[in-house]
């Protein structure tokens, strides 16, 4: 009797052994057919489900109907807007944040089903679970509270105050600490999470709007990256100081680490640029220095996680809907896989589906929105006036992706000038030619409104919904002051 409680024990301890999550130390297990990846594609409204083992895309999780056919209609009642991911560290379960809808949907990884749906406070944006595998802390960005869900029945069941804007929350490795960062102040809420408390605030971040951010497989440092600035807060945990503000670049997004060599590596994925940036940093209070940009495939890399064993790093291409597959030991893009449409979070879950599931049931629950439609980018400077010069050294990103029944036409314009309202506009290709007709048809006008560090404005998100793949030539956009 005694004796077998013990190989009972040792066999239960081997099995939480084996499995770690990463960002995790060396020595964690290899990459395995029970391993999945998640992205959370904002405009196909689906959550991507991949099997790291054979790079293969099983398919997509629909939250609800793809952007703009149904979702403005009084009877809608699913999710829109599918953007943030976390999980639980018994790998069973994936929560799903929507934040236009306010939605925290709990998934079963091991059939994609949805096991709760809650309705949280506004804009919930990034959520983890806690060490219990069932409890789910979820930052709320359009309020000054953390919402506590119960994952497995669904509803709130607590809140925590924090300071505005909180937008992810991650836990220390041993599960005590919660940290909170925000897009409305500069700085990171340090919470206990048993008495569900702040207990401690990191002041002095490089910026007030904080998007993500994340912490080291050991948990001494914490990474809190600064889209609008293009920079990334650096933080010690063990003296819980602000180490440096690090310039990574312009709509850098997310960062992630991995342990290459016994060495501490810093990713960050630095979307106007294509590219995700590697810094070595060799102690939580050194200053990360630079290694390489390792070039994306596509277009504004966005989320960004690597396997437990530290042999890889997954990256969604935000604008070519697609996932790179870096391989940690050359620093390079060996493979690449085409998901769901405008993917954000990015997350690796070890343990995932257990070996002897068969595929009737891991594939339960999935189709194929959002895998099929085309998506475009053009890139081109922006006119200052009729003397067409480029004075400030305006630019503008065009992405069109085709959605059902209307195509989807996006524009984050760079280096703009204050209080100018510009005007993109495209030739007709004409009645079932291809060469464009010489005509200038103004499709969208916005405004830049947002400050960049350099002086000028940015336009982060102009979004239409119209036509645009067969009716204009997208070698024919332009884009300039309404005036000229
Ligand atoms: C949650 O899952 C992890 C990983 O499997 C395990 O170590 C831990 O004991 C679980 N926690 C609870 C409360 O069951
Ligand atoms: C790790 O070591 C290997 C073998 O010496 C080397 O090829 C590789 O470049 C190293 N990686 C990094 C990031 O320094
Ligand atoms: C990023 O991708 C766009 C679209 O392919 C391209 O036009 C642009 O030159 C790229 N930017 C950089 C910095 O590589
Ligand atoms: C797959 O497993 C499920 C759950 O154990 C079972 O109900 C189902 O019959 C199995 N399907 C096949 C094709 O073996
Ligand atoms: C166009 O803009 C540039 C820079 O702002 C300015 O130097 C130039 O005079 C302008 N030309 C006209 C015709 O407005
Ligand atoms: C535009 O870019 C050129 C070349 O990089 C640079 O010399 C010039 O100062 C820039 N102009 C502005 C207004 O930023
Ligand atoms: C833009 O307009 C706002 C509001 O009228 C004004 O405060 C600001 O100074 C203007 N900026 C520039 C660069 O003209
Ligand atoms: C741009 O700003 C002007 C002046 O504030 C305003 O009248 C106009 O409606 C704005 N245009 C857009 C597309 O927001």
Redesign the pocket.
């Known amino acids: 009797m005694f004796l077998s409680c013990i190989l009972l024990v040792a066999a239960a301890a081997r099995?939480?052994l084996a499995?770690v999550?990463a960002p995790a130390l060396p020595g964690a297990p290899p990459i395995s057919s029970e391993d999945r990846i998640y992205t959370g594609d904002q405009s196909s409204n689906t959550v991507t489900v991949i099997k790291p083992s054979t790079n293969e895309v099983l398919g997509t999780i629909s939250l609800g109907d793809p952007r703009l056919t149904n979702l403005v209609g009084p009877q809608y009642l699913k999710s829109i807007n599918s953007h943030g991911l976390g999980f639980?560290?018994?790998?069973k379960h994936i929560v799903s944040l929507s934040v236009t809808s306010n939605t925290v949907n709990v998934i079963r990884t091991l059939d994609n089903s949805i096991v709760s749906q809650t309705f949280s406070d506004r804009a919930p944006h990034e959520a983890f679970f806690t060490?219990?595998?069932?409890t789910v802390w979820v930052a709320c960005r359009g309020t000054s509270f953390i919402n506590i869900i119960d994952g497995l029945e669904g509803g709130i069941i607590g809140r925590i105050q924090t300071a505005p804007g909180p937008s992810k929350v991650l836990f220390s490795p041993d599960g005590k600490t919660a940290y909170a960062n925000h897009i409305l102040s500069p700085s990171v809420d340090i919470i206990d999470v048993a008495n569900r408390k702040v207990t401690h605030i990191i002041h002095g971040l490089a910026d007030v709007f904080s998007s993500d951010m994340m912490l080291s497989a050991d948990g001494t440092r914490l990474w809190v990256a600064h889209k609008m600035i293009g920079k990334v807060s650096i933080i010690d945990l063990t003296t819980r100081t602000v180490v440096t503000a690090l310039a990574t670049g312009p709509e850098t997004n997310h960062p992630n680490f991995a342990i290459i060599n016994g060495t501490t590596y810093g990713f960050v994925t630095v979307a106007a640029v294509n590219a995700t940036k590697v810094y070595r940093q060799d102690t939580p209070a050194s200053s990360p220095v630079f290694i390489t940009a390792i070039e994306a495939s596509g277009v504004e890399p966005h989320g960004i996680w690597p396997s437990p064993d530290n042999t890889r790093m997954y990256v969604v291409n935000e604008h070519s809907d697609s996932v790179d597959v870096i391989d940690t030991s050359t620093l390079s893009v060996i493979d690449t896989l085409h998901v769901g449409q405008e993917g954000q979070a990015l997350v690796y879950v070890a343990?995932a589906v257990p070996a002897s599931t068969n595929v009737s049931t891991y594939t339960a629950n999935l189709g194929h929105q959002g895998l099929s439609g085309r998506v475009e980018n053009v890139l081109i400077p922006v006119v200052s006036n009729t003397s067409r010069t480029t004075a400030t050294n305006g630019s503008a990103l065009i992405t069109i992706r085709a959605l059902p029944g209307l195509d989807m036409l996006q524009i984050i314009g760079r280096h703009l000038r204050a209080n100018v309202t510009y005007v993109l506009s495209a030739s007709p290709t004409g009645y079932g030619g291809d060469k464009p007709v010489a005509v200038k048809i103004p499709l969208v006008e916005f405004n830049a409104s947002v400050p960049d560090p350099m002086g000028c404005e940015i336009a982060p998100q102009v979004l239409g919904f119209m036509k645009v793949f067969g009716v204009y030539g997208l070698n024919t956009f332009e884009i300039g002051p309404k005036s000229i």
């Open positions: 099995n939480t499995l999550q639980s560290r018994d790998g060490a219990d595998n069932r343990g």
